[in-house]
Every structure is written in structure tokens, then in C-alpha cells.
């Protein structure tokens, strides 16, 4: 097949594909056209708690819930373009939907044990394509959670008008827990990327500045969930999937370690990759809806419905509250590879200083990370990229942060020691990979989890010597990125996140404040700065972004980090922070906030 013909097959499709969403826009209700009326903003305004309270005493239907969130639902896809799917009619057709006081005790009892009824959500989303040439083997790798009923393409055309016979485990949970949902939100081409784009639904993009991204791979998810449109969105993380679109978006995130959130179910475009296993965790727009999802969650017992998960019981935090001795905090500074930029140092550095004012003991933390960094790549790219570029339609390109790492990568040493040589001719480095970032062997990446491994204990160890209790650092070394330099920060700034990833920590997300062009820009002639001519040049690329001016007014956000299995810990050192921070008049300025 030649190059237009690929290329028409791809343009109808994506049209088709973008037609079909916006018709079932269209087909919904006039009611979700118009604006919230003033009791309709105070029900949008209940935290899940409170929602969930009076949806159980029949004070509210589940049904005029997601009336409310409906609206909201539109006005995030007509101002960000994040959404796949639309399943509002669906949502409502659910058994709960419409439960009410007055109908069966039977059915009474069993919608008062619904620990999340009427909680609109939103899970991360694929593509439901047309049926194409058998030519055509793949449209874009997206990822996709099972909705039984609809197809689980992530992009591959074997998949179409195959519905799944059965929902992941997360779905099925959260339809017995009562929820309502309701949308699958966008993410990029092959999911590995610093924007979310992808051909056949184009751009996400911020809500606070439309001129900028939302991180992904959990991008589109992010906006709809700041927008107000979902109460919580169901995401996957790799490499930081969720927490840098919480972080681009200024909500709140939880990335849990191996085994205690469902994942099964969850569909990827490197299937079978177990190196770096990729995590089901939440978004929220609050702390307080995030925990309490969270505990929601395990009282379902959801080892019973993924046999992945972990049989445990939520682990009690309550010593954390007013504790003496002070907690301890390790703070990481620096990856060494991309540091952050002012606007995101300054954010842990608010945190840092408010808890040492609190009485709490906060310190320096150097563990090894580039070694757990330079293991984690080999791993990541053990394929040089096969397993994606096997399925990519002729003449069809993965997106610029993943295309350009892999063109890296997949140079031969001679044709690396060219570009080197030009380097040093012009006097201009040319971002290049490592030696070592190649295809490897089965035994080379057996030998890659044993230092893996190494590693891992190398940092029990030294956390256990500083008698840490949690970790802080930056989320990822800039805010949201502007629309088009995902390419220029690469992957490798996902280093903040991926790092947790790779020693399976818990770790959440929280904002903090806001970029302020006053007290973030760059100093005059930063370029000439000893700081800025130590960084290598895929750093100094990476900082090209960063411009504090433009990129006023976006979130800033910190990480907690816990150990392995220790999630309800991380969530009550996060309410820490947040109470020390308050405490100090520390003001993060919310979308909500600014509507």
C-alpha cells in the first residue's frame, strides 16, 4: 500500500472517529447544554463524602448528579478536547442510577452498602474504531481499561467489533461500589509522551492556559477532573502518568506500589512488559476526595475481583496527627540529569522550610539515582522500541518525545560517533543516548533486574540509616510544558516520577502553589551561568522550555513518597503538608478557584 493510500485511510478514519464522539455529544439531552443553575453548583460543590451521604439518605438521585456533571463534562471537552467517549446515557441506564427512597427494601439495602453511589468517573481511554483493510494493522497504540460492551482496541484494527466480554476489575468494582461512569478520557499516540495528542483526536489541552499541555499519559483525564467534568478518573502509571498530569493540572494523585490497586483489565501498547509494571491509580480535586476514594476502594475488597491485589486491610495513620518525636522528611533536590526549574524548586522549597518551621525534622537525601535512572532506561528500552514500531501503520509517526528518543536509541555506535564528531566540529554537543541504552538480550535483562534489585536495597538501606519516614521532591522539573515541547524536555524529564516506579514506592501528588513570573524567571544571562554550562545537552535542550513570563498562573506541585505498600501512610503525610501549609498562608490557586 503507498504512501496516500495510508494516508487517506488514516485521515477518514480519524474523521469518522471525531464525527462519532461529537454525534453522541449532540444526541445528549438539550438539559446538558445549559449552564448550572445555583442548586445544581452547590451539588457540584459536595466533596465525595458529602455526595455519597445524600445520594444513600435519598436526598439526591445518582441521577441528578450526573445531570450536574454532565454539564460540567461538556463545557471540559468544548474548552480542552479531552474526551474519547461519551457514556452519560449509559452511565444513567445502570440499576442505581435512578434509586430513590420509596422503592424495594431489597433494593434499599443494597444501594445504602454502595460505598461510592452516585460518584461520577471517568476511566483513561482508548479508541472504538471502524473496521478497517486487513492491510491496516494498527491506527495508534492507546491505552484502555475494559468496558464490557465496548471495544478494547488500544489502536489495532484485530480489535475491532470485538466488545469485551467482561470489564477490567477496576470497572466492575466501581459499578458494584455504585459510580457512575460516565467518559473515557484522551491520551497520546503510544502513551509514552510529555503531551497528550494523538492523530485521531488531536490536542489536550491546559485549563488554565490553553496555549499549554497536560502532561499524560493520564492528560485528558487531568483536564476533565480540573474542569469539574469527573469527580474521579481512573488512570495508569508507568512513568508518571498520573502524577504529572496532577501535577500540569493542580489535582491530586496517588501512585500505589505493585498489587494494591486492580490493574487487571489495563491494556498497554508494550503488553507483557514486567520490568516496570504499569499501576491503575486515581486523580481528584481534593485531597480529601482522593482518600476517601481511595479507602473506599479497599473496603471493596478489591482482591476479589483482580487476583493481582494484595489481601490487606487499609493500614491506621492516626500516630502520624500530632506526633512527637517530629516526622522526618528526606528531600531529593536534584536527579542530576534535568534539575528543576525555579518555579518548581521554589514549590519544594515552601514545603521543605513550612515543615521545619512546624518542628519537624526535615533533611538531605542522596540515595543513588542515577543508577537506579541508568537501569531503569535499559529496561524501559530493552527493544529499542520493537514491540511499538512492529505495529505502526506505513509512513505513520509515533509522537515527537517518543519518536525522538527511539531515533536515539536505534542509532548505531558509528552513526552516534558521527553526530559526536559534529559536536565537537561546530561546538554545538548534539543530544545523544547513552552507549548502554540499546536492544539487549534476555540475559542482559535478567542481569539489568538484578541490579535493579541492588539497588533497591542499596536504598532500604540508606533510608532505613537516615531514619526517614517519607521522601519529597519536585513532581517533574518544569510546569506544564507549552503546546509542541514535549519533544524538547524529552521522556527523560519523567525522571522524578519514573524513579518511584522502578523502586515501586507509593507516592502522591499534591499543588502548592502557582508559577509567578516575579519571583520564578530566570536571572539575566543564565545561559553564561556556571549552573546552566554543567548541564549536558539534552538538560539545557530541556530547559529551552521554561519560561517563567508565559507560564505564570500554572500549577506547582511537590511529591511524597512512602515506601513500598505504605499508600495510607502517604496519604496522611500529604494531609500533613497540606495543614502545614495552610497554616502558613500558603495559597495554591485552583481552576474552580479562577471560574
Known amino acids: 500500500m503507498g504512501f496516500w493510500a495510508s494516508s487517506s485511510i488514516l485521515e477518514r478514519v ?35 463524602t458529602a455526595l455519597v451521604s445524600r445520594c444513600h439518605s435519598g436526598e439526591l438521585a445518582p441521577s441528578d448528579v450526573m445531570r450536574v456533571y454532565g454539564k460540567s463534562l461538556l463545557v471540559a471537552q ?3 478536547n479531552c474526551l474519547t467517549d461519551v457514556l452519560v446515557d449509559e452511565a444513567l441506564s445502570s440499576a442505581h442510577a435512578h434509586w430513590g427512597p420509596g422503592g424495594d427494601s431489597d ?9 461510592l453511589l452516585g460518584v461520577p468517573i471517568s476511566v483513561k481511554g482508548g479508541l472504538l474504531l471502524l473496521k478497517l483493510p486487513p492491510t491496516i494493522t494498527h491506527l495508534g497504540l492507546l491505552d484502555s481499561i475494559d468496558i464490557r460492551g465496548h471495544d478494547t482496541t488500544i489502536g489495532l484494527a484485530r480489535n475491532c467489533n470485538k466488545p469485551a466480554a467482561t470489564s477490567s476489575a477496576i470497572v466492575r468494582l466501581l459499578q458494584d461500589a455504585g459510580a457512575l461512569i460516565h467518559a473515557k478520557s484522551t491520551v497520546p499516540t503510544a502513551l509514552f509522551a510529555m503531551e497528550t495528542e494523538s492523530d485521531v483526536f488531536g490536542r489536550t489541552t491546559n485549563p488554565y492556559n490553553c496555549m499549554f499541555g497536560v502532561g499524560a499519559s493520564t492528560g485528558g483525564g487531568a483536564a476533565l477532573v480540573a474542569w469539574g467534568g469527573s469527580k474521579i478518573e481512573i488512570g495508569s502509571d508507568v512513568a508518571g502518568s498520573v502524577r504529572i498530569p496532577a501535577h500540569t493540572c493542580g489535582l491530586w494523585s496517588l501512585k500505589g506500589s505493585v498489587g494494591r490497586f486492580p490493574s487487571l483489565g489495563n491494556h498497554s501498547s508494550m503488553p507483557g512488559f514486567e520490568a516496570v509494571p504499569i499501576l491503575v491509580g486515581p486523580l481528584a480535586s ?19 475481583y483482580d487476583h493481582t491485589v494484595l489481601r490487606a486491610s487499609s493500614v491506621a495513620t492516626d500516630k502520624l496527627f500530632g506526633r512527637r518525636p517530629p516526622i522526618k522528611w528526606g528531600v531529593i533536590w536534584t536527579d542530576h540529569t534535568i534539575p528543576p526549574s525555579p518555579a518548581c524548586k521554589r514549590a519544594l522549597s515552601i514545603v521543605a522550610e513550612a515543615l521545619r518551621l512546624d518542628g519537624h ?14 537501569v531503569g532506561y535499559q529496561l ?3 527493544d529499542a522500541g520493537s514491540q511499538i514500531f512492529a505495529k505502526l501503520l506505513p509512513n505513520e509517526r509515533l509522537n515527537d518525545a517518543l519518536m525522538g528518543t527511539l531515533t536515539l536509541i536505534r542509532r548505531s555506535r558509528f552513526v552516534r560517533s558521527l553526530y559526536r564528531l559534529w559536536g565537537y566540529i561546530t561546538g554545538r554537543p548534539q543530544p545523544e543516548a547513552p552507549e548502554d541504552l540499546c536492544s539487549k538480550t534476555i540475559v542482559e535483562e535478567r542481569e539489568l533486574i538484578l541490579q535493579r534489585e541492588t539497588l533497591r536495597d542499596q536504598w532500604h538501606q540508606q533510608w532505613n540509616s537516615q531514619g526517614l519516614d517519607f521522601v519529597l521532591t519536585v513532581t517533574h522539573p518544569f510546569p506544564a510544558l507549552a503546546n509542541g515541547d514535549g519533544v524538547k524536555a524529552s521522556l527523560m524529564s519523567a525522571s522524578y516520577t519514573f524513579l518511584f516506579n522502578l523502586l515501586d514506592y507509593a507516592a502522591g501528588v499534591l499543588p502548592v502553589t502557582n508559577v509567578d513570573k516575579t519571583l520564578d524567571s530566570l536571572p539575566p544571562n543564565f545561559e553564561s551561568s556556571a549552573e546552566y554550562q554543567e548541564m549536558t545537552p539534552d538538560g539545557q535542550l530541556a530547559w529551552s522550555t521554561y519560561d517563567a513570563e508565559k507560564m505564570h498562573g500554572l500549577p506547582l506541585s511537590v511529591q511524597i513518597v512512602g515506601r513500598r505498600f505504605e499508600e495510607e501512610k502517604v496519604l496522611a503525610a500529604m494531609r500533613v503538608v497540606e495543614q502545614t501549609l495552610k497554616n502558613k498562608g500558603v495559597i495554591f490557586k485552583a481552576k474552580k478557584d479562577l471560574m
Open 78 to 80: 468544548q474548552e480542552s
Open 361 to 374: 525534622e526535615v533533611v538531605d537525601f542522596s540515595p543513588p539515582i542515577l543508577e537506579v535512572l541508568g
Open 107 to 115: 433494593g434499599d439495602r443494597v444501594c445504602n452498602t454502595r460505598p
Open 286 to 304: 481534593s485531597l480529601d476526595d482522593l482518600q476517601e476514594f481511595y479507602q473506599r476502594v479497599i473496603q471493596m475488597e478489591p482482591w476479589t
Open 14 to 48: 480519524c474523521a469518522v472517529k471525531q464525527a462519532e464522539r461529537q454525534r453522541k455529544i449532540e444526541s445528549l439531552s438539550a438539559i446538558y447544554s445549559a449552564p448550572l443553575t445555583s442548586s445544581e453548583k452547590k451539588i457540584h460543590d459536595l466533596s465525595l
Open 380 to 382: 524501559f528500552f530493552a
